[in-house]
């Protein structure tokens, strides 16, 4: 059974800070990794999503990469912003569904 | 272009009583997915839909919670007899294929407290 697990479960940062977030999962036999954001009260947003075959995936500031055989991807904010606050979750995904992290929940204070 | 559209937003209930959520997908979006995110969790897949066709429902208790989607479109999903541990954000997400690679998108979620 595939479980993913987000490390830290919270972050707080000075504005400007590069920062990464961290996501393991326990089963290597993934289809694609993918990285959402939440905002309070929201739904949630997607972010990049990185296929099985690839090593990253970038949008602007945001890097992802994947390492499937250690079971990890990790995500890379550049110049952090007070606008990036929200929850990060990370899923892996199967070949119809996603597995979520419980997220990381991330504060850029100015 | 329109998003997936849930109401209502917010419902407090009793527990034993029924709820009922209503989800519109993305047009032309042919999956439809019902997820239920509790309180500092990630989202859980309840159950998915291809057109009306169930393909996932593996974690859906179905004793008590039941979705359809009639005509490839709307769906609804219903809790009856409702209990405390309901309490979550009910999370409709449509995509244009099934596959997991397939972008994602959410609505802003139903919000239940069961009392």
């Known amino acids: 059974k595939q479980e993913v697990t987000q490390i830290p479960a919270a972050l707080s940062v000075p504005e400007g800070e590069n920062l990464v977030l961290n996501c393991s999962f326990t089963?290597?036999?993934?289809?694609?990794l993918q990285w959402f954001r939440q905002d309070p009260g929201k739904g949630l947003t997607s972010l990049l999503l990185i296929q099985s075959s690839q090593r990253e995936q970038t949008s602007g500031r945001l890097n992802a990469s994947l390492d499937k055989s250690s079971g990890r991807s990790t995500l890379y904010i550049a110049a952090s912003q007070p606008g990036d606050s929200a929850t990060y979750l990370c899923?892996?995904?199967?070949?119809?569904?996603?597995?979520f992290g419980a997220g990381t929940r991330l504060a850029v204070h100015p | 272009e329109a998003g997936v559209a849930q109401s209502p937003r917010y419902k407090i209930i009793e527990k034993r009583q029924s709820v009922a959520f209503w989800c519109n997908p993305i047009s032309g979006h042919a999956t439809l997915y019902w997820y239920q995110q509790i309180l500092g969790q990630g989202p859980k897949l309840l159950i998915q839909f291809q057109n009306n066709g169930v393909v996932d429902d593996s974690q859906l208790p179905k004793d008590r919670f039941s979705a359809e989607r009639l005509k490839g479109v709307d769906s609804t999903l219903k809790i009856q007899p409702a209990k405390l541990e309901d309490s979550a954000v009910y999370l409709c997400?449509?995509?244009f294929g099934t596959g997991s690679g397939n972008t994602i998108y959410f609505g802003e979620g139903s919000w239940l407290t069961v009392v």
């Open positions: 899923a892996s995904g199967g070949y119809n569904k996603l597995i």
């Open positions: 089963d290597s036999a993934i289809y694609n």
């Open positions: 997400a449509s995509s």
